[in-house]
């Protein structure tokens, strides 16, 4: 006889284990803290789809079950499988990367159940396509850096607050930390040998040490707010990193306009802003923007791969790192191709 358990009692202890180090990563580390706040995102979602839409989740050990019981089981999740993505792409508006992401995370519940639970639920995990999409990311290009770099009468210009968002970005845009990280530098994060700054760092999320050399402008950037703050860099919300990143990149006349697509079910689908007619390059700005920017210059300027992961601290498999591979490789194209359009003249 299959043994019946309840869904959410069983989700609330493996949340439970990950928060307080019982269950583990593959790799014998603790979770952090994002990935539990996005398992718990995941009960959220699945406790209001199963409101919203009359549904009952279970789960049953499938350890002794015959082939019949088997196949009523998978046709039971394919079910709840096509119902929940549909309510997540229809009620929800969600996109490829979110409905995604969230089937990763399931699927990841579904083995615990069997490595910590001993609950066999077979191959149902399977039935959770996890989908994704490359979106586009948004980067400064060298010359927008340089100008907010050097461009004094730009800076002239600025209110205080304004004054400080470009100090923190453009050290951002320089260093390539997670904005986790780059908000949190203190004193003990820097290194003085001679004439020579370092930033140090051991990022918690990625277990890696970095050290990075830094150029004359950061550190002025760094001695301008000495003894102000208990961080090198003003303090300041996220909020407002991400709202007055955008305003200073409209001051400095980034107001072009840029197409943001995602995608539904591999669909390619156009998003339009509320209030104006496009999306314009300073629209799209976000604190990501200084860690893509640093990591994309860096590559399309010719640093070897490996260099650069030792500033970002990406792994050497990291799929996100070779996004900015293959971006970097389109500014490559676009240098060759002016090079090869000055062959065509002389010819």
Partial sequence: M???????????????????????????TRFQNGTLQNYKSMRSLLLKFCIECKTDLRINNLLRCTEKEFNKEKIYWKRVYKKLTNFMYKDCNHYDNYVGANMKYLRSFFNYLYSDRGIDTRSISKLFYVVKEEIP??????????????????????????????????????????????LK????????????????????KTSTFTRIKLPDYAVSIIKKYEGKYNTLLPKIHLYNLNKYSRELAERAGWVHNVEKT????????????????????????????????AITLYLSLGMPEQLVRRISGHTSTSKEFFRYVKYSEELFDMEIDKVHSKFTKKS
């Fill in 185 to 204: 530098l203190s004193k003990i994060n820097m290194e003085q040998v001679y004439n020579t700054f370092y930033i140090k760092l051991f990022s918690k």
């Fill in 137 to 182: 990311i948004i980067v400064l290009s060298v010359e927008q850096l340089n100008f907010l770099i050097f461009d004094k009468s730009f800076s002239k210009d600025l209110p205080y607050r304004l004054e400080k968002i470009k100090d923190i970005f453009v050290f951002g845009c320089t260093v390539g930390l997670r904005v986790s990280d780059l």
């Fill in 2 to 28: 299959i043994k019946n358990y309840n869904f959410f009692n069983l989700l609330d202890r493996f949340i439970y284990d990950c928060e307080n180090s019982k269950f583990l990563k593959k790799n014998g």
């Fill in 262 to 293: 995602r995608k539904k079910k591999g669909i390619i689908k156009i998003i339009k802003p509320h209030s104006i007619k496009h999306f314009r390059f300073c629209d799209l700005i976000s604190s990501h923007t200084m860690r893509r920017t």
